[in-house]
């Protein structure tokens, strides 16, 4: 390939403390708590507003936020919950038991509303934000990045700071530095990609039901198991895909869609980005047509829009100081550096759209033995956010450093705001102190975020991060109780 040399002197821009990149669930969770934390902070995004995949991509229910006896959320995250369910901006059936004790319960919510909470948000911390602003390049001298260059429509800038917060999804920033990564197509297979829709004139109160329609849900389980199989036998789709993570109602006759699975999709690549973005409106159009011919209460459903970002589930992953594997997932393992607590299945789809391939994975969602159950959780620790080595460089969001089965459980919303508010914490903390990423004093992050709310029940703290090792046996006799005899 023919290439050309940029040459050009381009204008720095300074004055902040640390430089958060992209403005998803991670990336304002990150902003918001280190401006409160008294940081001066830029936050750049490549849309028009900040949320990520739960505004510009319409993914528009939150993931688990309870192990189905507790809260595992706290400090920002709910904050924002709380905030968004005194505001009326969930969808109308949800109550505070969807995150309080429900087990894997999804909370559906109003996209436009938290928009325009998250301006406000970040307005009150003092957040400098910059739309329409992506992360191009980096800057970096050793194992320090120096600055970013980011592109907007004023041209490039270098943004110099202290530390830096990479919640882009893909990890560009870390790759430009030079920080290892892992790659999706190279170190693991595709994960399928998505892009969602909002639908209007749905009938949620449609009689056919009956007296024992349970909602939502309900509907779903109808649609999965009878509707869109048999719509497949019909021969309705022009690329069958038996997997539908459902229509959730978010006004009384409003719907979020997501469905219609994009195979095969390198989201590292322009063209085959663009080639997702022009499948998936063709493909929300057979899902309109679907829902209006076969599922009662949709007769009269109208298209509002598909998303303007396509939902991208795995790309680019950095080689962190420790790296959350399957055996940690199901072994329930508590870290004494742990930022969060989660609990949600390994929901790492099927990467084509075979039978064979569905069957596999639905066995896989199916199985108890294969996911944590009733008031189980697994600790995120604080080292799969530091790429390994690294020095002001933190990462947030699904680009951490973990296996393929459990970043399928990890990547999601929920858990990517209380990455972010770790993130922004330890940043915050690196500052103050002058300790690297690579060798923070974990004990006082834990406190820190205990102190602003976060929900981290681990008896034992370390000053020291956990790194990569030996399994102890005590871990491995746990790992084998849950297997089959």
């Known amino acids: 390939m023919e290439t050309f040399r940029l040459k050009r002197d381009i204008p720095v821009i300074e004055g902040y403390d640390i430089l958060v990149a992209g403005g998803g669930p991670a990336g304002t969770a990150a902003a918001v708590s280190a401006a ?26 939150f993931s688990e936020m309870s192990d189905g006896e507790r809260c595992l959320v706290g400090g920002f995250t709910r904050e924002m919950i709380e905030t968004m369910y005194a505001r009326d901006y969930l969808g109308p059936e949800v109550t505070p038991d969807f995150w309080t004790c429900h087990y894997n319960r999804k909370i559906p919510f109003k996209p436009e509303s938290l928009k325009r909470m998250l301006d406000e948000f970040c307005a009150e911390a003092g957040v400098d934000v910059l739309f329409f602003t992506r992360v191009v390049d980096g800057e970096a001298e050793g194992n320090r990045v120096r600055g970013a260059v980011v592109c907007n429509v004023e041209g490039f800038g270098l943004v110099r700071a202290k530390a830096f917060i990479d919640a882009t999804g893909d990890a560009v920033l870390a790759d430009a530095c030079g920080a290892e990564c892992l790659v999706a197509g190279r170190d693991w297979d595709y994960a399928p990609a998505t892009l969602c829709s909002l639908f209007g004139g749905v009938d949620w109160d449609n009689p056919v039901y009956g007296s024992d329609f349970h909602g939502t849900d309900e509907l779903h389980r109808r649609v999965k198991k009878e509707l869109l ?19 959730k109602k978010l006004g009384r006759s409003i719907a979020g869609l997501n469905a ?57 992953r950095v080689v962190g100081e420790f790296e959350l594997t399957m055996e940690d997932y199901m072994s329930q393992r508590q870290f004494p550096d742990q930022v969060a607590v989660y609990n949600r299945p390994p929901n790492t789809h099927p ?66 705001f209380m990455m972010g508010e770790a993130a922004a914490t330890a940043a915050k903390q690196s500052l103050e102190t002058g300790q690297p990423a ?44 849950r297997q089959p005899a």
Not at 372 to 393: F, H, Q, T
Not at 446 to 474: C, D, F, I, N, W
């Open 36 to 61: 409160r934390l008294g940081a001066k902070v830029l936050l750049v995004e490549a849309q028009g507003c900040l949320g990520g995949m739960s505004t510009s991509g319409l993914v528009t229910n």
């Open 229 to 247: 199989p048999k719509a497949i036998e019909d021969g309705h789709f022009s690329k069958p895909d038996l997997f539908i993570a459902g229509m």
């Open 260 to 316: 219609g699975q994009l195979f095969e999709l390198n989201a590292l690549s322009a063209k085959e980005l663009t080639r997702g973005m022009v499948e998936g409106r063709k493909l929300a159009i057979e899902y309109l047509d679907f829902y209006r011919k076969y599922v009662p209460g949709c007769e009269a459903i109208e298209h509002v829009t598909t998303a303007p970002t396509l939902g991208v589930r795995d790309t680019r």
């Open 351 to 416: 990467t084509n759209d075979s039978e064979d391939a569905f069957l596999k994975y639905r066995r896989k969602m199916e199985d108890k033995k294969e996911k944590l159950g009733k008031g189980e959780s697994v600790g995120i620790p604080y080292s799969i956010l530091v790429p390994r080595g690294w020095e002001n460089l933190w990462v947030a969001g699904r680009c951490h450093s973990s296996e393929t089965d459990v970043h399928g459980s990890i990547r999601g919303q929920s858990a990517a």
């Open 438 to 481: 690579c060798d923070l004093d974990t004990e006082r992050l834990v406190l820190t975020l205990r102190e602003r709310g976060a929900y981290l029940p681990q008896e034992k703290l370390s000053k020291t991060m956990t790194r990569s090792g030996a399994r102890s046996e005590e871990r491995k006799l746990a790992l084998l109780a």
